[in-house]
């Protein structure tokens, strides 16, 4: 016959070698960080704004990582991303003053609806590069301000 002791403490050690093992196994989460994004220039304070994030020079201005719709009602405007891992990012944002889902441009592609890019990166023609736009995101919350033209 078996001595109860002996029962419990090999039930013990089971039991600590299989939980010691279960916590061990899983993953170390990486600290999510928030990225507000400040914009001002909105003029006329009317429409929406769309604020895009592109997470690769890949996929910038094709697929977007994350995105957000938000109505403009003053000249300013902030809008918050949540849950951001650690990278590099370059947000796009396009003003539709008039509310008709598209950009306006203005005559010769200038004057029209507002656009703005992160680190307000301004090209000379088109559109400023992944790299002008480019900006990194670590475990800390980061604010990052744009203006639009």
């Given at each position: ?55 690769s020079k ?21 809008v918050e ?44 023609w088109g ?23």
């Open positions: 016959m078996s001595h109860p002791g002996k029962c419990n403490r090999l039930l013990f050690s089971v039991m600590f070698v299989l939980m010691t093992g279960l916590f061990i196994s899983f993953p170390v989460h990486a600290q999510l960080a928030t990225l507000t994004v400040n914009l001002q220039g909105l003029e006329p304070p009317t429409g929406t704004v769309e604020v895009t994030l592109f997470n890949e996929d910038y201005m094709k697929t977007p990582f994350l995105q957000q719709a938000s109505p403009v009602e003053n000249n300013t405007l902030s991303f949540a849950g951001i891992v650690d990278g590099d990012y370059a947000i796009v944002v396009v003003h539709d003053e008039n509310g008709n889902d598209k950009l306006d441009n203005g005559f010769l592609g200038f004057g029209g609806e507002g656009i703005g890019y992160s680190n307000d990166a301004a090209p000379w559109r400023p590069s992944y790299e002008a736009a480019r900006f990194t995101v670590g475990t800390e919350d980061l604010s990052v301000n744009i203006t639009l033209e």
